[in-house]
């Protein structure tokens, strides 16, 4: 059954820091892997997209790396803002044809003053 | 910037009654989908439409469930006669292409409370 992982479940940072979110995956066949940004109790907003061929990809401060080999994929996100505070959401497609997404669970980002 | 429109914000109905949720996709948009999310739950897949079918489904979209594309623009989802765990939030998106280098655009979503 094609998972996605994410972790943490949840992190607190103080506002200008850097943090990095994980995303582990065993879809398969694996065709491209998006970062999502949900706000509470609003849909999701994408923030990159990553075929197999890409290792990185950067979205302002945000910037997502993948390694297909390890199926794992990481989300940077640098000098954080109030206005990250979030979920961020990994979503991973087995293929080509876009019809269906696999959503990882989130991981909640709380950015303090 | 265009974008996904979904009403009702937020529908209450009773066990058993049926309901039916809309979404205006973007205009030239081919695709359309309709994903829920249990609170405190990922998002889940629930059917893709394209040319006026049913593309993909998951095992969740079962007969109870129904979609529809009435007038070429608004895209429902009917639920005959909905469960205490219908419940949850339901998001329409749509895209232009169904290629991984067309992005789905989701709408706000509808939350859906079944008493």
């Known amino acids: 059954k094609n998972q996605v992982e994410q972790s943490p479940q949840s992190l607190i940072i103080l506002e200008g820091k850097n943090c990095t979110l994980q995303?582990?995956?065993?879809?398969?066949?694996?065709?491209?892997l998006r970062w999502y940004k949900q706000d509470t109790g609003r849909g999701p907003v994408s923030l990159t997209i990553?075929?197999?061929?890409?290792n990185t990809k950067s979205n302002g401060r945000y910037t997502a790396t993948l390694d297909a080999d390890t199926k794992q994929s990481s989300l940077h996100i640098t000098a954080s803002q109030l206005s990250d505070s979030a979920s961020y959401i990994c979503v991973v497609s087995a293929s080509l044809i876009d019809y269906k997404l696999s959503f990882g669970a989130g991981t909640t980002v709380t950015v303090r003053a | 910037e265009p974008e996904v429109t979904q009403t009702p914000s937020h529908q209450v109905t009773q066990m058993g009654q049926e309901v039916i949720l809309r979404c205006v996709p973007i205009s030239n948009h081919l695709y359309f989908y309709w994903y829920r999310q249990i609170l405190g739950q990922k998002v889940e897949f629930l059917v893709s439409?394209?040319?006026?079918?049913?593309?993909?489904k998951s095992e969740i979209f079962d007969d109870q469930f129904s979609v529809e594309r009435p007038d070429g623009s608004n895209f429902t989802l009917k639920i005959r006669s909905t469960k205490l765990e219908d419940s949850a939030m339901y998001f329409c998106?749509?895209?232009?292409?169904?290629?991984?280098?067309?992005?789905?655009?989701f709408g706000p979503g509808t939350r859906l409370t079944v008493t």
């Open positions: 998106a749509s895209s232009y292409s169904g290629t991984v280098t067309y992005e789905q655009y």
């Open positions: 990553m075929t197999f061929s890409e």
């Open positions: 439409f394209y040319n006026n079918e049913i593309s993909e």
């Open positions: 995303c582990n995956y065993t879809v398969s066949p694996f065709s491209n």
